[in-house]
């Protein structure tokens, strides 16, 4: 069965403190590695990671993929209240009816304090 | 605008009640989904439709059944709905092609069977 593990499951910082949060997965033909935001409501997409090695980023938020070790890093630098949230990583399989399916991690609960 | 649209928002029923879900999308996606996010935050897909067929069914209890009148919709219908099925059931959607896995999620339904 497939397997996505995030840590640490919360974690509480300052305002303009750096975090990485961790997320290692298990999937049976992995393709791609996915990372969402949660806030009240719906995820929403931040980054797809595919290839390894390879950095995203999109403002203060980079994001990379080791498919040797099975591990990807979400990294916010300059954290600020709005960055609260619970950080979601998802795997997603290469092949067949699975290479619809998303298995999600529990998630990281971010909290930033003033 | 919305992309992905749920309805209702919020759902309080009673033991043994039968009701439905809706799900559309405008975005020309042919692939749905629907995951159910428990009290611990954590999601896990249920069904996955891609162009109208059925291709993923979770282990999921045969009370739950999706149903798809066309592409852009995805209705969830519960029979005899129990005390654990509480949760909050999010409607997605994807492209479905193999590189494009990124999931769009509707805002979410909270259930609470009383």
């Known amino acids: 069965e497939d397997k996505v593990v995030q840590s640490p499951l919360s974690l509480v910082v300052h305002e303009g403190d750096t975090v990485t949060l961790n997320c290692s997965y298990e999937v049976t033909n992995f393709r791609s590695l996915l990372w969402y935001k949660q806030e009240k409501k719906a995820p929403t997409f931040l980054f797809m990671l595919t290839s390894s090695g390879i950095e995203k980023k999109s403002g203060r938020l980079s994001s990379i993929l080791d498919k040797k070790e099975l591990f990807s890093i979400l990294n916010i630098t300059a954290t600020q209240t709005g960055d609260s949230a619970i950080y979601l990583c998802?795997?997603?399989?290469?092949?067949?009816?699975?290479?619809?399916?998303?298995?999600f991690g529990k998630g990281t609960k971010l909290s930033v304090i003033p | 605008d919305t992309a992905v649209s749920q309805t209702p928002k919020y759902l309080v029923t009673q033991m043994g009640n039968d009701k439905s879900i809706k799900c559309e999308q405008n975005l020309g996606h042919d692939t749905m989904y629907w995951y159910k996010q428990d009290s611990k935050k954590f999601l896990k897909i249920m069904f996955s439709?891609?162009?109208?067929?059925?291709?993923i069914n979770e282990t999921v209890p045969n009370r739950f059944s999706p149903k798809s009148p066309d592409k852009a919709h995805l209705n969830l219908h519960i029979n005899s709905l129990e005390l654990g099925d509480s949760a909050v059931y999010f409607c997605a959607s994807s492209q479905g092609r193999r590189d494009l896995n990124e999931q769009f999620f509707g805002p979410g339904t909270r259930l609470t069977v009383l």
């Open positions: 439709y891609n162009n109208k067929e059925l291709i």
């Open positions: 998802a795997g997603t399989p290469e092949k067949g009816a699975g290479s619809y399916q998303l298995t």
